[in-house]
């Protein structure tokens, strides 16, 4: 099983939404599939239907979170002395077509958001980024095409 990277808040964040569906979540779903059981198991019995349906959902979704929680592998410092572009390092990078300056924090791909500005290591613009010092430009090949990046600045 390979380690996922992953930084403490997006650990903690995960563990918090497990926790969350463990013990809010699931007792009102038991609570509804229990009621939804006294009027009988049978196919005519909507209410027990979605029950069950949201009661196998949810234990999907735990069982999910759960794997991904035992691949996590917190990173917790860095060991480069070098201003370099790393896993949990936030890069200020500009998009030398369009001139658009973003924000981006790495992180691993469990945490990823884009809009938010975390940039998975594992995404094609990440790992073109990774290794890379303030003011290099960075040829990437996305899916929608070659683009070229400078960076900034690297805040550790």
């Given at each position: 099983m390979n380690?996922?990277p992953?930084?403490?808040?997006g650990?903690?964040?995960l563990l ?8 809010a ?6 609570e ?27 234990q ?11 691949r ?11 201003k370099q ?5 936030v ?7 369009t ?46 095409g070659?683009?070229i990046?400078?960076?900034l600045?690297i805040?550790?």
């Amino acid at each position: 099983m390979n380690k996922v990277p992953i930084t403490r808040l997006g650990y903690l964040r995960l563990l918090g939404e497990l926790l969350y569906l463990r013990r809010a979540v699931r007792p009102q779903v038991l609570e509804e599939l229990q009621e939804a059981r006294s009027y009988g198991v049978k196919a005519e019995n909507q209410q027990y239907l979605l029950a069950r349906e949201r009661h196998v959902i949810l234990q999907k979704k735990i069982r999910e979170l759960e794997e991904k929680l035992a691949r996590c592998e917190v990173v917790v410092g860095r060991k480069f002395f070098l201003k370099q572009a790393a896993f949990g390092a936030v890069l200020v990078v500009q998009n030398i077509d369009t001139g658009e300056t973003r924000r981006y924090q790495l992180v691993g791909p469990y945490e990823s958001d884009v809009r938010d500005g975390k940039l998975s290591v594992e995404s094609p613009v990440g790992r073109c980024l990774m290794g890379h010092r303030e003011g290099e430009e960075v040829t990437v090949y996305t899916p929608s095409g070659i683009r070229i990046y400078r960076i900034l600045s690297i805040q550790v």
